[in-house]
């Protein structure tokens, strides 16, 4: 009796080292997975401050969270100076596209936002080539000065911080009415989540969002790992979100925001980043609630030179099981400089101050009733 109670005793000793195991395991899982989410790491694109043929100006604000934010507004020199390539490249480019009425002043500011790590080096490129077209642009480092914040959210919290920094730059320049946002992935998801809070926000250029954190992530984890496997390995990385972030993927949802979006909206699928595609892309693009909205897709091979259109097929299944077609048209650019092109162009014609509220009896500007 004594050696089966021994026995027993052994077997439900190993049987608690099983389940710490286990669970040092698990929680070494739910870090290790969750570590791409929270810290994604992009590589610096250079030294911004060797910029020539801009003038940069930069300050600092106090986030949503009381961590000190760099931010840096940029805008062309005068002409006669040094430039660049790109900003010579793009002057001319607008030149002969001859839709822009001034290229020595556009009004407002534009807002970019790129990556989450270096912020401001990563989304010199687009302000360089919006400053060319005559556009302040005013770039930040979402996760803080000297890179202070942990854990990236996707807007989720840093979209807090646009109306702070919109206060600051004011200050700083006197007026940014009206104003345009210009994102890419994670710069659009938070672009995306601050425009429907921040009345200032006159229009919205989103490329590469993804619609739902949870999505994008089951996404990758499935490339990655099959999809037997990756539910399990998802649900651990969620929790490693949860406990480390205080947030959940579930709760970063842009799409979300676009059923929100009154202001016009520009989708662009550059297809170069893999957590986003066209699926993500048109269905944001049905998801905005403004009538002024347009989707932009870059030509594909084969495609004649000088397209400019094209009619995009996309099955999708109804809630019974049914499938049906849904058809979009995609305006067609040619390259990157061809795609900020039509950015600044498109931020011209819809970057606008709501028109005044005029009561019943009223005429428009005047203090006088009718």
Not at 16 to 37: D, E, R
Not at 48 to 57: K, M, S, T, V, Y
Not at 334 to 359: F, H, T
């Amino acid at each position: 009796m004594r050696f089966f109670q021994q026995i027993l005793s052994k077997a439900f000793k190993l049987f608690l080292w099983l389940v710490a195991v286990l669970v040092i395991l698990m929680a070494w899982y739910a870090w290790y997975a969750s570590t791409p989410v929270l810290v994604p790491y992009t590589r610096p694109a250079g030294d911004i401050r060797r910029a020539e043929g801009l003038d940069l100006r930069f300050l600092e604000f106090d986030g949503a969270d009381g961590v000190k934010v760099d931010a840096c507004i940029v805008s062309m020199k005068n002409q006669g100076g040094e430039t660049t390539p790109r900003l010579s490249r793009m002057r001319d480019l607008l030149r002969n596209r001859g839709k822009l009425s001034n290229l020595e002043r556009q009004p407002g500011i534009v807002l970019i936002s790129t990556t989450w790590n270096h912020g401001i080096e990563n989304s010199m490129n687009y302000a360089e080539s919006l400053a060319s077209a005559g556009y302040t642009c005013v770039l930040w480092n979402s996760r803080g000065r000297d890179q202070v914040r942990p854990y990236c959210s996707y807007g989720y919290y840093e979209s807090a911080d646009v109306p702070l920094l919109l206060d600051a730059v004011e200050k700083e320049l006197g007026d940014t009415a009206p104003v345009a946002a210009v994102g890419q992935g994670f710069g659009a998801a938070l672009l995306m989540q601050s425009a429907v809070r921040e009345p200032r926000i006159r229009c919205v250029v989103a490329m590469d969002s993804f619609c739902i954190l949870k999505s994008a992530i089951m996404r990758a984890m499935e490339d990655d790992m099959g999809k037997p496997t990756c539910y399990a390995a998802f649900w651990l990385a969620e929790l490693g979100i949860c406990t480390r972030a205080g947030y959940s993927s579930y709760d970063v949802v842009p799409v979300d925001a676009a059923r929100d979006l009154t202001v016009p909206a520009m989708l662009v699928c550059t297809d170069e980043l893999f957590f986003s595609d066209m699926k993500d892309t048109l269905t944001l693009y049905s998801a905005v609630t403004s009538e002024n909205k347009v989707v932009y897709n870059g030509r594909a091979d084969g495609e004649p030179y000088g397209t400019k259109t094209r009619e995009h097929v996309q099955m999708v299944e109804g809630k019974k099981g049914e499938k049906f077609e849904e058809r979009y048209q995609i305006h067609v650019y040619d390259g990157e400089d061809d795609l900020m092109a039509s950015v600044a162009e498109w931020i011209q014609d819809n970057n606008r101050l709501p028109k005044p509220k005029v009561l019943p009896g009223e005429i428009p500007g005047s203090t006088r009733k009718i």
